[in-house]
């Protein structure tokens, strides 16, 4: 299984996907989708989603970035 990590610099936001169709579309409505980098996570074990989860939260936390969508 993948998982996207979108991050938006020109609207200071973090968020993840669940699929490419939808980064591919929220790339496209943007205004700039140069500032739009895309990490890819893949997994394959319960372990490996707790882990995503903690790295999301510690992220969330040092940021403080909250999606607008």
């Known amino acids: ?12 936001c973090i968020f993840y996907a669940d699929s490419m169709p939808r980064v591919r ?21 319960k372990w490996q989603i707790i882990v ?3 790295d999301a939260l510690k992220t969330g936390k040092e940021t403080r970035h909250e999606p607008k969508i």
């Open 25 to 45: 579309k929220y790339k496209l409505a943007s205004d700039n989708p140069e500032l739009i980098t895309v990490e890819e996570f893949e997994y394959d074990y």
């Open 1 to 12: 299984m993948k998982v996207y990590r979108v991050t938006d610099n020109d609207l200071n």
């Open 52 to 54: 995503l989860l903690n």
